[in-house]
């Protein structure tokens, strides 16, 4: 990428090189950050606007006339809140079983001893190759089998499936950075597997999970086909179904969906900066230090 | 290693079998309450009528209605998104998980549940009031093999909308046949205004058009015939006439240029706010039009025009597609399949007088406060002759998705009309 | 501590559960899959073994060849373009840059918003009356280039990319932020003491240090691509005339469209194998550049 050549040019004074460098790094991480941005814009604006407006009336500008009626509509359709919180539910135990199950699974594979764990290995790797549209009406079958159907289980189990192979993936290859030394040294006056897992790994893995927890929040809180076919009463019905439902059969009415839209991205943001302080705070890799 | 790999993959095997033999014999009973047979009994019903929907106070309603009526009864009702709920009926029925009742689609769409036989037929409940009050025609799309196995409640058609105002000021009139089709579009052209509105991404939208063209050129026998496949051939002149005509609009630039790009909202607001002048689509449209117009009062609406002698004005596409079904397991067969013509009976009285459809069954209220297009469209369906299913509904989903990318496929100008119909006769024999 | 690590019980404990889960929703699913790929079945009624017929149709339909060409364009233009981006990105912000924290955050939005949202806010960036390109166009008076972008067979799938790369750079670009953030700071300083420059630093210090993660990035986009299914569904459906039709835009259309389940399976376990084959080629190319 370009950004780091500026910095090469050997035999000048350094000071006016950085300054002009440093000036175009920010400009062009500025003009970044705008066009990701824009889409947060675009949808609140659009959350306070009737359709005449959102459809070519006035696509970009702030509204011309802000129509709180969408947040009423979205809120009151159906029970937005249960559905939000069947959505927390759902993607909170998700993401807990999915970090709990992987880092377990990726020590194993990675560290400990055995036959059979490349084959294993590769063999998760299946998990990032399956379509989900087809994995609807098997998982539904297995799922109708073991009588699941209907409950929060219903979707936490695939959803976890599902996220079992970058989980792992991304474990493993933290986990590749942390030297066995560590865990040797650790073990000079003796120790268990446990320990080791529990004293030395994890604290060092919280970058690895944090960013799992991430990554799976974002798959299980917007999925949708498992949602609603997996689903049927509407006091387990997840958000992102109660979204879908706003939309009408020929006609739909988008400032609503809009409004519901902002209503269930403002968790996601805010979790995102919760975990991303983490992220940056457990970076400091001291506690490698030989 | 391998030894390990081969006994999973065997258990694999085996649980598939297991699985894949078992889903589609069996047949569950849904146990809900009590289980004695006319008390405190909960039907489910599953629809599309979500609380945005036009039907959805219909629904409601008719609800309350069957409630307060049949004491002990009640109907729980949960509600899916469109397109969501084509996946999610299609698997329940796969692996018996319908509820009591559920909507679906009539025609091509059904006939694989039918013939799951996990579907009541209705006949013994079809008597008396019911039977005076909606039509043997009404249930064309709900009768599979010559038994009736669904109730419906709207009939839809499709017919050409137009702003009125732009045609006012330009001094033209509603198009009766296709020649004055042809003429109108060329003069709003010439004023620099895109003749009809349209969407290609949402092909269903492309094909309310051509459909109409086709009925309208080769009358209502000759379509069935050709769809339902019972002898008639698809490589015929009629049909080449109305695909090579669609095309002639095409070509002529009567339909809005980006149309390929747009979705059936994204197009339909363009008729909304007057950038296009016609609109072919169901009758639905007459709703949005309050709801999403500035000035509803600029909109019209008139039959589409006739282009073949085989084809009469009061011809119609549409139908009565949107039907109630029951599950052959149901917990109470008798108390379902009366809540079937029960619940239709109402949703398609409230329905109408809401403006959301047009009502299929006898109308013995008063609809004077309907808003006066939707009151026009019931005047035609009650008028009409004859009423074709859009050809994606009535034929079987494999001929609907090749009919429909075919379509598409002539629309860009990939394939010619000849092609285009040629194709649709290999497909259909 | 090797008999630490060859403790069975704690292996079973560690491994076992993830497996069984994985083994019932992935495997399992799989192994029906193929099972249905075998057979001329609507989904909901009797079936009739029909053996490979499926794939022969599949592998010999132009319709599917054009789908995985389609998928690999985007799978290359992932890997050679969005890949880049975010490393550079996550270089940039790692050297520790005013607002780093800021711009981590930011650059990751639009992987937070739903993509019907994204999906609906292209549609009208990409509007032929009303969308940004084309007033944009106008207003430069570039108006002969003004087209319907995802209407125009021709620009469809370029049209229909663009959305897809821009909103995963930022999460390849966390991953690689992240993997960057582990090395130890003393491997920099080392480096930075013995006269490296930046782009020395990076290239030789850094990158190798984060292979796993950029591996792991790779993969993602590669089976990600293959699998692509959402964005381009909103924005066209596959068309104009499957000119932006992707492997799991056509098996939907089979499965849930014509009820085709036995060749939309068919679909399902190319679209596996193949992503299966890319992941594994990729983990040993990988493999032979680390050691």
Known sequence: MEKPEKDKKPGKLKMPQIKVGSIVTYVVLGIWALINIFPLYWMFTFSFKSNREIFGLNVIGLPKEWLWSNYKSALTNGNMALYFLNSVIVTGFTILLTVILSLMAAYALNRLVWKGRKVVNNIIMLGLTVPIHAAILPIFVILRKLDMTNSYQALIIPYTGFTLAMAVMICNSFLESIPKELEEAACIDGCSVYGIFFRIILPLMKPALATIAIFTFLQAWNELMFAVTFIDDSKFRTLSVGIQNLAGAHTTQWGPIGAALVIATFPTLILYMFMSKRIQQSLTVGAVKG | MNKRLVSVFLTGIMATTLLAGCGTTESEVKDNSSGSSRENLTLTLWSIATESDAFSNAYSKAIKEFESANPGVKIKHETFENEAYKTKIKTAVSSNNLPDLFYTWGGGFSKPFVESGKVLPLDKYYTGEYKEQLSQAALTYATYDGKIYGATYTTPVSALFYNKKIFEQNGLKAPATFDELVDVCNKLKEKGITPIGISAKDTWVLAMTHDAMTLKSAGPEKVKAALKKTGQSYDDPDFLSSAKKFKQLADMGAFYKGATGLSNDEASALFYNGTVAMFTTGSWMAGSIQKDAKNPEDFDVVPFPVIGGNAKETDFMGGAVDTIMVNASTKDADIAGKAAFELTRSISKYSYLDGAGLAVWKKDYDDSKVNPLTRKLAGYASGASSFTLWFDTMMEAEDAGEYLTLLQEMYVGNITPEKFVKSMAEQLK | ?291
């Open chain 3, 1 to 291: 501590m090797d008999s630490v690590r060859r403790n069975k019980l704690a292996i079973f404990l560690f491994i076992f559960p993830a497996l069984l889960l994985f083994f019932v929703i992935i495997i399992l699913p799989i192994i029906m899959s193929g099972y249905y790929s075998l057979l001329d079945w609507d989904g909901i009624n009797g079936s009739t073994f029909v053996g490979f017929s499926n794939y022969i149709e599949l592998f010999t339909d132009p319709g599917f060849q054009k789908t995985i060409i389609n998928a690999m364009i985007l799978a290359i233009l992932s890997v050679f373009i969005q890949l880049p981006m975010a490393l550079g990105l996550a270089l940039l912000l790692s050297k520790g840059v005013k607002g780093e924290r800021f711009f981590v955050a930011i650059f990751f939005v639009p992987v937070l918003i739903s993509t019907v949202v994204i999906g609906q806010l292209w549609l009208k960036i990409y509007n032929p009356e009303y969308g940004i390109v084309n007033m944009g166009l106008k207003a430069i008076g570039l108006e002969s280039f003004t087209r319907t972008w995802l209407g125009d067979q021709k620009t469809a799938l370029i049209s229909v990319f663009v959305p897809i790369i821009w909103q995963y750079v930022g999460y390849h670009m966390l991953l690689m932020y992240a993997g960057i953030k582990s090395v130890p700071p003393e491997l920099r300083e080392a480096a930075r003491v013995e006269g490296a420059t930046e782009w020395q630093v990076s290239r030789y210090v850094i990158i190798p240090m984060i292979k796993n993660v950029l591996k792991i990035c790779v993969i993602f986009a590669v089976t990600g691509s293959l699998k692509v299914f959402d964005l381009i569904f909103v924005l066209t459906r596959g068309g104009p005339a499957k000119a932006t039709e992707v492997p799991s835009t056509l098996m939907v259309s089979m499965i849930f469209g014509r009820n085709r389940y036995g060749y939309g399976s068919a679909i399902a376990i190319a679209i596996i194998i193949l992503c299966f084959f890319f992941a594994i080629v990729i983990q040993k190319a990988f493999k032979t550049e680390v050691d």
